[in-house]
């Protein structure tokens, strides 16, 4: 089916149990209005009506609706199906027959409430068109209209009826006084072809409007459809290129590093002399490797978190001891860049269910990148707190900074600032892997930053997710 043609048949299946429910919800507040209306007319206007028939009536219409809301609620129309497994199915058919029997017992209960309260001189008759409102809502533009037909045929015979004595005429007449509207044929003929003109108008009016809204809705239905289609298209196209990604890191790895080990060979003099620029040559060779060699580490890592691998191997960890071991790690490079190296931290902190090789990586990365982006004569500090129910552990440096711009860009992958890739390398994917595994262990990194003056990064662990170690 051509989405054209799925556009015409939605109109006819969507929404519609939920309308069939809310006739029930509505036939609800009819019993209680009715209820009120009926004291009213007994209590306070003294009318000289049928009070047990009509409350007979109110409660046999409570009854049938707890009938059909029980019905309902057992009942599921798949209605979220496409419009080849609705529309002429079996559940489609019982629906609508449903609809049919809400619509034919209220119009029952109608005709004896009105026949037991003053017949066509209720003004309530009027109520009569609030089922053709229902109709062209829940029933095909046939069945509309057949209801429109059934109504006024029932108009037609309470009027009739009562006319010609065939049923009692209760009269109200502390409103009309001795005016009895029901001596003139006029009146008994009128009035049904009033209500029939009002419900052509009233069916009309309702289903061009519906048509209008369920198309614009079902418009929207398709193209979403069309949107997730394609969604699960683009899931599955990056779900292959991580997956190449990371055949082909790991399938690097092995001769990067075996060419790694050459060269590391040949600068310590294992495979013989060579000139110094032959050297210079080798030195470059293995800078480059280097870093090809840590985009891969990185890549592999950015898959590892992806797959969510961190959750597998986490234990109880103390984290100020992981922190303190990556910032010795940089205590030589900062002294040689001239830069002041400062640790701020607690002896002890509580235990926390983590993975330390990744945290690892998320201080190591924190660091060497504050260490990389501040300038000879600049400062580093490192510190860590129990803040608000949390482990709060702070990265300051008095660097480059960024600006709002490449602060919205920190933790995209492979993204780097044209400022920094001027001045810096980098692969782009150290931020990303820091925030994912921070997010792993259910906490938050932000970054406060200003250009030319600095930036501090904010790693937060949730008290909540510390336990406390194995017992032995």
Known sequence: MTNAELTNQLPRTMAFSYHLKLFVKARWLAVAMSSLGVMVAQFWF???????????????????????????????????????????????????FIAWLQILFDLIALFWMLHFSGGLENPFVIFFMLHMVMATLLLEPAGTMLVAIVITAFVFALGITEKTGILAHYHPDKVYGDYEPLNSWVFVLVMPSIILLMNICLTGL????????????????????????????LVMLDNRRKQTMAVVSHDLKSPIDAVNSYLIMMQEGYLGDFSDKQMEIIKKCYSRLKRLREFVSDVLDWQ???????????????????????????????????ISFKLSIADKMPLVNADPRRMFQVFDNLISNAVKYTLAGGSVEVASAVEEGQLLFRVSDSGIGMTDDEMSHLFED?????????????????????DRIVRAHHGRVWAESEAGKGTTFFVSIPIGRLSQPPRG
């Open 304 to 338: 590892t978190i992806e797959r969510g691998d961190v959750q597998e191997v986490m234990a109880p960890t103390q984290l100020v001891d992981v922190l303190r071991e990556s910032y010795a790690e940089y205590e030589d490079t900062a002294k040689a860049k001239g």
């Open 414 to 434: 492979f993204y780097r600032s044209p400022n920094v890739k001027k001045k810096f390398e980098g692969t782009g994917l150290g931020l990303t892997v820091v």
């Open 206 to 233: 309702t289903y061009f409007m519906m048509r209008a809204i369920n198309e614009r809705r079902n418009t929207i239905i398709i193209l979403s459809r069309e949107l997730e289609e394609k969604n699960r298209r």
């Open 46 to 96: 003294e009318l000289c009506f049928v009070y047990t028939a009509l409350y007979s009536i109110i409660g046999a219409i409570a009854l049938y609706n707890v009938g059909f809301w029980f019905i309902l609620r057992n009942y599921d129309f798949h209605e979220n199906q496409c419009c080849e497994s609705m529309v002429g199915s079996e559940g489609w058919r019982r629906g609508r």
